[in-house]
């Protein structure tokens, strides 16, 4: 069965700093591509950044230069570093893991406000 886990969300005062994390299990994770991805009240799901498993990452625009993905394959777990946090960046974020099929987290919740 695969299970994929998030963690790290909460309340943040703009200008601050969070780091999710996503364990996985039931997966062979050093193959999957990973994503995090978010979703606002009323919008889309949109990517926020991704990480291949040789480590390539990309970015959405919007979170270039203050987001962070990185991986640890021994610990099978993604990690997104989050700083100089927004309010446009409250929304559940999720986790993804890709490789024939596709799995989501179930979400953890981030607010960004004073």
Known sequence: QVQLVESGGGLVQPGGSLRLS???SGIIFSMHYMGW???AP?????MVAG???RGTT???DSVKGRFTISRDNAKNTVYLQMNSLKPE???IYYCSAKLFDEYWG???QV???S
Do not use: F, L, P
């Open 37 to 39: 991805y978010r979703q």
């Open 58 to 60: 990309n970015y959405t």
């Open 89 to 91: 960046d409250t929304a």
């Open 22 to 24: 996503c364990a996985a």
């Open 51 to 53: 990480i291949s498993r």
């Open 106 to 108: 179930q979400g953890t």
């Open 42 to 46: 009323g919008k889309q799901r949109e």
């Open 111 to 113: 607010t960004v406000s």
